[in-house]
């Protein structure tokens, strides 16, 4: 392929591969590569691509010289789906073209509807059935009873708080979700970050966070806005629910579980009541709450660690939660480096 046709190839923003009839990949554009890796080039596709109704697509387009086209979902490094078309090559049955369209978006929004209705449909019930009966007792029987009529009005804004809450975090994890499969590409200081959002906490709570940051921390790819919201929910977890003994612990570590690279490890610890064992793994499932009642009570809506999740997982990092009852948790945020292998 000459050097015109290589440059168009890279140029274009979807996934593009050239297979020889044998199903070696021949070509590979710069889009694909992000996807599949390098080490696609020049291998039988099944070595990146281990997609059993993708493989069948292709190898059904080698053999009758048509174009066929299936939905696929590549769990890594973060879930995306594709639409792949595989089409026989012009004129030949030597070879093929895979063409893989990112429909990641347009599926997420599709899902995100239907649980936003779903979802706030439930989470709404109880406020406003509160809201409700409030507003019928006051035009009835506490119409002429001022101290029955304050009582209600603090229970009826504090609803009208909690519902408030409750959207504010549905747009915010609609907005993260919607672009989880875009990654920031500015490079960011934590340590500004942390002690920043460390101090605010403190100042509002009027409890102390004690600060454990290594010096000399390198720049991670983040948004600033996402990153600070991340931390931002942890500690105030922390302080709601572990109370006292709240620290924040960041360092550079070698190598981030499951992925390999570089990075920093950033530490929200509480010496609080702690957490089940068995209620860990649902921790980031949206609405989900251990403890229903004191989070209700406390004015939680059940999303603040499904937005941590998702924002952790655009920058490509990793949430790991740990609780021993009785003695604490410890939510752990790994961030690759900006300067590691294929941060860009």
């Known amino acids: 392929m000459n050097s015109l046709a290589t440059d168009i190839l890279d140029s274009l923003p979807d996934p593009v591969l050239l297979l020889d009839a044998g199903r070696i990949v021949t070509r590979i554009n710069s889009a694909a590569c992000a996807v599949l890796g390098d080490f696609a080039l020049g291998r039988d596709l099944s070595h990146s691509l281990r997609h059993p109704d993708a493989l069948r697509a292709v190898d059904a387009a080698l053999q009758d010289g048509g174009s066929h086209k299936v939905t696929v979902g590549l769990p890594v490094p973060i ?5 792949l078309q595989a089409q026989a090559a012009s004129g030949t049955q030597d070879g093929a073209l895979v063409l893989m369209r990112d429909v990641t978006a347009v599926r997420q929004n599709e899902r995100m509807r239907a649980d936003f209705v779903s979802n706030v449909s439930h989470e709404l019930r109880s406020p406003l059935a509160t809201l409700i009966g409030f507003i019928e007792t006051l035009r009835g029987p506490a119409a002429n009873d001022p101290e029955a009529r304050m009582r209600f009005l603090e229970i009826m804004d504090a609803e009208a708080a909690r519902m408030s809450r409750l959207v504010d975090d549905l747009l915010s994890l609609a907005r993260v979700e919607a672009r989880e499969h875009i990654r920031p590409d500015t490079a960011l200081d934590l340590a500004p970050l942390l002690k920043g959002v460390a101090q605010t906490l403190a100042v509002r709570s009027d409890i102390p966070v004690d600060l454990d940051i290594e010096d000399g921390l390198p720049p991670v790819f983040g948004e600033q806005d996402e990153v600070t919201q991340v931390f931002e929910n942890l500690l105030d977890n922390a302080i709601k629910y572990g109370g ?55 004015g939680g809506t059940g999303l603040g660690l499904a937005i941590v999740k998702h924002i952790v997982n655009r920058h490509r990092g990793r949430l790991v939660a740990t609780s021993t009852v009785g003695q604490g948790s410890r939510f752990t945020v790994f961030l690759p480096f900006a300067d590691a292998p294929d941060a860009a």
């Open 79 to 83: 879930a995306r789906t594709f639409d």
């Open 244 to 298: 006292t003994g709240i620290r924040l612990e960041a360092a550079a570590v070698p190598r981030i579980p499951d992925i390999g690279l570089p990075g920093a490890r950033i530490a929200v610890i509480d010496a609080g009541p702690g957490i089940e064992i068995a209620d860990l793994p649902r921790l980031t499932e949206r609405f989900y709450r251990a403890d229903k009642a004191r989070s209700r009570r406390l």
